[in-house]
């Protein structure tokens, strides 16, 4: 005798996002905790005929369905998409003697993330040396105190105690992410998935027209936990299929 279906609900798996009308499917995040919530509308009327007018009949209808959860893997494109903006790749390469101006215990904050620094020159030809007279960040370049740089510099006009210096440098390549730059967009998408608390069954949800946005703060400097996207999908019906279908989503799940 087969063994009875299971099912017990732990379903796991990654979200796939194409753009409308697409259907070239990327992975942007992964989504834990998903719920999906109806937007249900009712539509009634009352019976005249008895006395404090009671339902006579009622409609009730889906007008969208909102789909909430949290992104643990989460792209610089899927940044840009919840975010109503852009991203452009930019490539690595080399920054030969741009210039900043040098301050004690300031930051030069380069044209790019500096990734190693090549060398460090003021308008005298004078090399300067990491960590001793400035130090690499992400930012930029920290002037330290106590080296030959800040000696030069402490020695100016104390109106004028900034030096210009020429930097060069590699950096590496990077996303630049524009948030708020764009409209609306509407995508599609494909979660799939297996049932770990049933019979490991494969479950696959269409989404066919959605919105994808933000649906809360979005984590900038987190403490001693991963910071989680809370991401927010919503469900309309998807205006090129007809009444016959369905037009939201649909579940395919495998029997066994």
Do not use: C
Not at 41 to 58: C, Q, V
Not at 104 to 130: F, K, M, N, Q, R
């Amino acid at each position: 005798m087969a063994e009875l279906m299971k099912y017990t609900q732990l379903f796991r798996g990654p979200v796939f996002v194409a753009s409308y009308p697409g259907h070239a499917y990327e992975e942007l995040f992964k989504l834990q905790d998903m719920t999906a919530e109806p937007t249900v509308n009712e539509i009634k009327i009352a019976d005249p005929t008895r006395i404090g007018l009671p339902t006579y009949d009622s409609v009730q209808t889906v007008s969208e369905i909102e789909l909430n959860g949290e992104a643990v893997n989460f792209s610089p494109r899927a940044a840009a998409i919840v975010m109503y903006g852009s991203t452009a790749n930019v490539p690595s390469g080399t920054a030969t003697d741009e210039v900043g101006i040098a301050r004690v215990g300031h930051v030069i904050v380069t044209d790019h993330i500096p990734l190693a620094v090549t060398s460090v020159t003021d308008d005298d030809a004078v090399v300067y040396e990491l960590n001793k007279d400035y130090s690499l960040t992400h930012a930029g370049i920290r002037i330290m105190d106590g080296g030959d740089l800040a000696i030069k510099i402490a020695a100016l006009a104390p109106s004028s105690q900034e030096l210009p210096l020429k930097i060069t440098y590699t950096y590496p390549s990077v996303d630049v992410i524009k948030p708020f730059i764009d409209g609306q967009k509407y995508y599609r998408v494909v979660i799939g998935q297996v049932n770990e608390g049933g019979n490991n069954e494969k479950r696959r949800m269409k989404l066919f027209y959605v919105k994808i946005s933000l649906n809360g703060g979005l984590p900038l400097n987190q403490g001693t936990e991963f910071g989680t996207i809370p991401i927010k999908i919503t469900l309309l019906a998807d205006p090129q299929i007809g009444d016959s279908e369905p037009a939201m989503w649909q579940w395919e799940v495998e029997k066994k």
